[in-house]
């Protein structure tokens, strides 16, 4: 008796929260096997090859949910996987688009924050890390011990933020 995709999609979720992401991805791919188009078995694939650093593959994956509808987690996290990349420039392409549809996106504008500083935009970066902050609070501590802002933590603009 085959799985159906339900099922499958329960399993899959079971094991990413147990912490198997490889398990969880081969109960993605059969559901993929069925329905090539399933936009959430895209979504977690996706979102599984970039835990894996699989940027590549992730941003195949993101693709094929874009290719379908407009999905704003898609394009965020294809956003994420091109920083890793170091596309700094695509990724924050597609944070603009996110950033259209919802502007004060905290989690958007972290990232677009760090895609700016990464690509030698530190100025117009910690401004908008200021904002995120004013945004959520939460995102100060994230900041504080984020690896993307370790070439700016002495910065006193840096600082100021954080403190």
């Given at each position: 008796m085959s799985e159906t995709i339900e099922s499958l999609i329960k399993s899959g979720q079971t094991l990413m929260n147990l912490g198997n992401p490889k398990d969880a991805l081969i109960i993605y791919d059969k559901i993929l096997a069925q329905d090539p188009k399933h936009i959430q078995a895209l979504l977690k694939k996706g979102?599984?090859?970039?835990?894996?650093?699989?940027?590549?593959?992730?941003?195949?994956?993101?693709?094929?949910?874009?290719?379908?509808?407009?999905?704003?987690?898609?394009?965020?996290?294809?956003?994420?996987?091109?920083?890793?990349?170091?596309?700094?420039?695509?990724?924050?392409?597609?944070?603009?688009?996110?950033?259209?549809?919802?502007?004060?996106?905290?989690?958007?504008?972290?990232?677009?924050?760090?895609?700016?500083?990464?690509?030698?935009?530190?100025q117009e970066g910690i401004k908008i890390l200021s904002n995120v902050i004013k945004l959520d609070f939460s995102f100060k501590e994230k900041a504080k011990f984020d690896i993307e802002f370790e070439g700016i933590r002495k910065l006193n603009e840096f600082k100021e933020i954080t403190v």
């Open positions: 979102h599984i090859l970039g835990q894996l650093a699989r940027y590549e593959q992730a941003i195949i994956a993101y693709d094929a949910v874009l290719s379908q509808e407009k999905n704003l987690l898609a394009l965020l996290n294809k956003g994420l996987a091109h920083h890793y990349l170091g596309q700094v420039d695509i990724a924050i392409g597609c944070y603009d688009k996110v950033l259209k549809e919802k502007p004060n996106n905290p989690t958007t504008l972290y990232n677009k924050a760090s895609s700016l500083i990464k690509s030698g935009k530190i």
